[in-house]
């Protein structure tokens, strides 16, 4: 075996496309994440940031192009082999995404119990462990979801998204509708827990000081391609309209925000 | 007249794809059942739910239906002497037809709105995506036990309606058309077939899958935010409600035609 050989990427996107209709969201993707790596994609709204995640999560099935995790294809991949893939994953979905039907504790678990079929005594001890490391007491975990503000709700699902401990964590939007101090509660809690679990995550936003403060790597999608990526500390200073642009909130530029008369 | 046409043909394929993606959905579902992981806890509590609390609303509607039923035969057959028949006309109609079709959309406004409203918000709300990036199906999870419960659950219901009706027409004909208690249950008993049961509690489970099915199919494929789940629960009460109909004529053929 070649000692030179290149890393296999952990996750892999070539030439990706997805259409809604006549309109289409990803015009071939190509974007890659090593071992990790911590990922943010930034781009306006409706430039197909989470179309792009749900793909590689295999929510949506892409039109075209490939989607490989640790070398191996996903796209059209069967039932239960996705199945099992999945367990690698953890994902922290924009509204949180809490059942609610279920306790606290019963949502951080639910994977374990029903994904990994572990016992509901150690699943509930572990669920209880994960609240305590994003800050939340015993109690919080009896309470129901609606019960919870909108930071709380944040850190119980990522609670749940950290809960089997996954390869690879998918952070959707993880800072949208928190206050600034909130926001930065979700930041430093996102940083110290990846970087302690040491996985690789790929995050989407459109928060600048989220994605300054989390990513090793930005990349930044427009109208369905990767028109720039670079080492976070690169975003200053390229001289690329688009991230210029979107960096400095600017109206002016090259992105075109479509506005509709009424 | 060639537009008029391609109208007609663009509906109609409109119509076959719609139906192959609910043949589809429901084979998902249940192909699911087929290996584990199984969730008894979940097709117990939908039961309940389906089952239990429906009794209120199906008895009463059954309570009222055969004494309306009683009052207005004898109203009608009073006019030949035949007043005798209220009795049969009573136990046979609320067997075969009445109690599992008034069973049927009283479930599709209860159960199959809040099936399609709760599935269709766990949609719009990311709880479907979030399910299967916890390694769980959502077509077993969800689906599949409302499906089971509305299938196992409607004929026990429609049972109990049965006994219900019967005895709402016995009540009108003993109190207010003053026939003998004795003659009305020998009249009752008399012509009453197994059959007449057995097709009645055959169409209630079928009628319990249509509901269920609609309910799990527009919720799960609601879109859009609020709007889009109120357009899943009357889509799901108003096609389990035109299905039930639809499908109860041609199960009375295969029964008695």
Redesign the interface.
């Known amino acids: 075996m070649s000692s030179d050989a290149a890393p296999v990427a952990k996750i892999a996107v070539r030439g990706v496309e997805k259409s809604f209709g006549a309109k289409r969201v990803l015009d071939g993707v190509e974007i890659g994440c090593g071992a990790g790596e911590s990922l943010v994609i930034i781009g306006g709204s409706g430039t197909g940031k989470s179309v792009l995640i749900k793909c590689i999560l295999g929510l949506m099935r892409p039109d075209a192009g490939s989607i490989r995790i640790d070398g191996e294809e996903t796209v059209g991949m069967g039932r239960t082999t996705r199945a099992n893939l999945m367990l690698k994953f953890g994902m922290l979905f924009q509204g949180s995404a809490l059942f609610d039907s279920l306790s606290v504790w019963e949502n951080v678990a639910f994977g374990l119990i029903q994904g990994r079929g572990m016992p509901r005594q150690q699943a509930r001890e572990i669920a209880l462990q994960k609240l305590a490391a994003v800050g939340l007491g015993a109690e919080v975990g009896l309470l129901s979801p609606a019960e919870l503000s909108g930071g709380m709700q944040k850190r119980v699902a990522l609670a749940r998204a950290i809960a089997a401990e996954p390869e690879i964590l998918f952070f959707d939007e993880p800072t949208t509708g928190l206050d600034p101090i909130m926001a930065d509660v979700i930041n430093r809690l996102i940083t110290d827990l990846v970087r302690g679990l040491g996985v690789t995550t790929i995050s989407i936003t459109h928060d600048m000081v989220s994605a300054r403060k989390i990513a090793d790597r930005i990349a930044m999608l427009h109208k369905g391609r990767i028109v720039w990526q670079g080492p976070t500390a690169e975003i200053d200073r390229t001289d690329n309209p688009f991230v210029d642009q979107f960096v400095h909130g600017r109206a002016e530029g090259p992105i075109e925000m479509e506005v509709r008369a009424a | 007249m060639i537009a008029f046409l391609a109208s007609v043909g663009a509906a109609f394929l409109a119509f076959l794809a719609a139906a192959g993606r609910l043949v589809m959905f429901a084979g998902g579902a249940l192909g699911a059942g087929l290996t584990p992981?199984y969730y008894p806890r979940l097709i117990l509590r939908q039961i309940v739910y389906v089952g239990y609390f429906s009794l209120p609303v199906v008895g009463l509607t059954a309570l009222f239906t055969g004494m309306v039923l009683a009052l207005q035969s004898y109203t009608g057959f009073a006019r030949f002497n035949a007043e005798g028949a209220i009795a049969t006309v009573v136990v046979l109609s609320v067997t075969r037809e009445l109690g599992p079709v008034i069973a049927g959309l009283m479930v599709a406004g209860r159960v199959g709105a809040a099936m399609a409203a709760e599935i269709g918000?766990?949609r719009v709300?990311?709880?479907i995506?979030?399910l299967?990036?916890?390694?769980?199906?959502p077509l077993r999870?969800l689906v599949l036990p409302r499906l089971l419960a509305g299938l196992l659950t409607l004929p026990a219901l429609v049972l109990v309606a049965d006994i219900i009706g019967v005895f709402g027409g016995f009540l009108v004909g003993t109190y207010k058309l003053n026939f003998n208690p004795a003659t009305y249950l020998t009249q009752t008993e008399q012509y009453l077939e197994t059959m007449d049961v057995v097709s009645g509690l055959v169409k209630a489970a079928v009628f319990g899958f249509i509901v269920a099915l609609m309910g799990c199919y527009h919720g799960y494929h609601s879109r859009g935010g609020a709007e889009g789940v109120g357009q899943a629960t009357t889509y799901a009460v108003v096609s389990a409600s035109i299905l039930i109909l639809l499908s109860n004529y041609f199960l009375t053929q295969a029964f008695f035609a």
């Open positions: 992981p918000t766990m709300t990311d709880q995506d979030a299967t990036t916890l390694s769980t199906d999870y």
